[in-house]
């Protein structure tokens, strides 16, 4: 089974600081990972994902994560927030079957 | 546009009343999932659908049932709803099995039970 361990439940950050929302994880097999963002009354819209390959993996609205095996960790960073990415961010893991776990979510907040 | 489509959007039920949430996929997904989020709880699977004509429970399913009815759609049923089940639902599918393609979301119903 997997699971996901998001540390924090609310990131306050000022308006062109570092974003960095932690994510670590536990599977018994090599994971898929993701960070999906949820904006207020919306869905869950997919900003990255790690599968195989390169460890550092670009995604949407400027947002990066790094696979880190020794470490189970799959940490969320963008260098300067903007205004729009107040949001709940969500990390999540599957394996080889059909079922995505997810954290409990982070929630941040940007400073002007 | 294409996606993921959940009605209703909002609903009240009072204790005991039943009803069936909607959702439809347009994108020829093979998998199908019905989540509940709770507030610090995350996202929560209560059933899947890995293909047409197969469901399986996950985390949460008493109080829930559903159906495949077609490769398009999937349903949740309540039948009988409970102060519990106060919850944002959402659908979500996905192009493949072998978990490494993520999910589309729809849009959420916000379900009240008083």
């Known amino acids: 089974a997997q699971s996901v361990t998001q540390l924090g439940s609310h990131v306050s950050v000022s308006e062109g600081a570092l974003v960095l929302l932690r994510c670590n994880y536990s599977s018994s097999v090599p994971p898929y990972l993701f960070w999906y963002v949820q904006y207020p009354n919306q869905g869950l819209q997919l900003l990255l994902k790690y599968t195989t390959g390169a460890t550092l993996v670009k995604g949407i609205n400027g947002f990066e994560a790094e696979f880190k095996k020794s470490e189970t960790s799959f940490h969320l960073t963008k260098p300067s927030a903007h205004m729009s990415d107040a949001a709940e961010y969500f990390c999540a893991v599957s394996a080889y079957d059909y079922k995505l776990s997810f954290g409990a979510g982070t929630t941040v907040t940007v400073r002007a | 546009n294409a996606g993921v489509t959940q009605t209703p959007k909002f609903q009240v039920l009072k204790t005991g009343q039943s009803m069936t949430l909607q959702c439809a996929q347009d994108?020829?997904?093979?998998?199908m999932y019905w989540y509940r989020q709770d507030p610090g709880m995350g996202l929560r699977l209560i059933y899947y659908s890995a293909s047409e004509g197969t469901t399986d429970k996950g985390e949460v399913p008493n109080g829930y049932n559903v159906s495949r009815l077609n490769k398009r759609e999937f349903s949740l049923r309540l039948e009988s709803a409970a102060p519990s089940q106060t919850s944002v639902y959402f659908c979500?599918?996905?192009?493949?099995?072998?978990?490494?393609?993520?999910?589309?979301f729809g849009s959420g119903t916000r379900l009240t039970v008083v």
């Open positions: 994108m020829n997904h093979n998998s």
């Open positions: 979500a599918s996905s192009g493949g099995g072998g978990g490494g393609y993520g999910y589309t």
